[in-house]
């Protein structure tokens, strides 16, 4: 068994030999569950550190939430917010993305959402989700423990 | 019953992570929501404005108003029902007809 060991590959014009576009993929998962009564945003629990290799590189973020309404007498609905540190990189509107059809209801389900990220950094940085629930309105994440919500962040080489 | 209902039924907001068993979950997993700063973020109070024995008074308060809710609802159902038969119709009849 021969080991080769270089430090840089080219092509026969010298220019840079293409290794992917994938820089680096991180994941996180929660099962914690959260019973969130208010509009106002909270932490879900998911957030991943990143450190791009290049400040040219995008982020390619994708999530999946978890959510149970268990609401009573009004439609009950979610949003959420994806921050890079104190950044909205995405925030829900007034229009809140995941509601129920009917009042009362009691569904349950797995709602995701993909952002491309261009945060024009090598430091360190850190991608949070949070929520927020329409009106007040009772919904549930990660029901009992059982259910899973996830964070993947892939880095985009340019 | 989920312990929230309670919060809710006390005039508060919450984000509680975690389940909720004793007063030490109480400390660390409730959080009561004070307001929203100007980005619509979460601010927690740091002392709660409610406890943890006053919130399960309240729980099991609701639980048993459930209850009582369920048994007067049966009771409504009974007396119907009773009020049909005596009216000539059958149990088949009131059945079909009204899901009794």
């Given at each position: 068994?021969?080991?080769?060991?270089?430090?840089?590959?080219?092509?026969?014009?010298?220019?840079?030999?293409?290794?992917?576009?994938?820089?680096?993929?991180?994941?996180?998962?929660?099962?914690?569950?959260?019973?969130?009564?208010?509009?106002a945003?909270?932490?879900?629990?998911?957030?991943?550190?990143?450190?791009?290799?290049?400040?040219?590189?995008?982020?390619l973020i994708f999530t999946n939430i978890h959510?149970?309404?268990q609401d009573s007498g009004q439609n009950a609905a979610y949003t959420m917010k994806?921050?890079?540190g104190a950044t909205q990189v995405y925030t829900g509107g007034q229009l809140y993305e995941?509601?129920?059809?009917?009042?009362?209801?009691?569904?349950?389900?797995?709602?995701?959402w993909t952002f491309l990220d261009s945060p024009s950094t090598t430091s360190s940085t850190t991608y949070k989700v949070q929520v927020s629930t329409f009106n007040n309105s009772d919904v549930t994440f990660q029901r009992g423990g059982f259910f899973q919500s996830e964070l993947l962040l892939m880095e985009i080489l340019a | 019953m989920h312990i929230y209902k309670a919060i809710k039924a006390l005039g508060y907001q919450c984000a509680i992570y975690g389940s909720v068993n004793n007063q030490q979950d109480w400390d660390k997993n409730v959080n009561i929501i004070k307001q929203a700063d100007e980005n619509g973020n979460a601010i927690f109070y740091d002392i709660k404005p409610i406890t943890y024995e006053e919130t399960i008074?309240?729980?099991?308060?609701?639980?048993?108003?459930?209850?009582?809710d369920k048994i007067d609802k049966e009771a409504r159902i009974a007396s119907a029902k009773a009020k049909l038969e005596a009216l000539g119709l059958t149990t088949e009849e009131i059945k079909d007809t009204f899901g009794l």
């Open positions: 068994m021969s080991i080769l060991k270089v430090n840089t590959i080219q092509k026969k014009d010298g220019s840079a030999f293409p290794l992917g576009k994938i820089g680096q993929v991180l994941h996180t998962t929660t099962t914690t569950q959260l019973a969130l009564t208010s509009s945003y909270t932490d879900l629990g998911l957030e991943q550190a990143i450190t791009p290799s290049s400040t040219s590189s995008k982020i959510s149970q309404y994806m921050l890079r995941i509601t129920s059809e009917t009042a009362n209801a009691t569904g349950q389900q797995k709602d995701s | 008074n309240k729980l099991n308060e609701l639980i048993a108003q459930e209850e009582q």
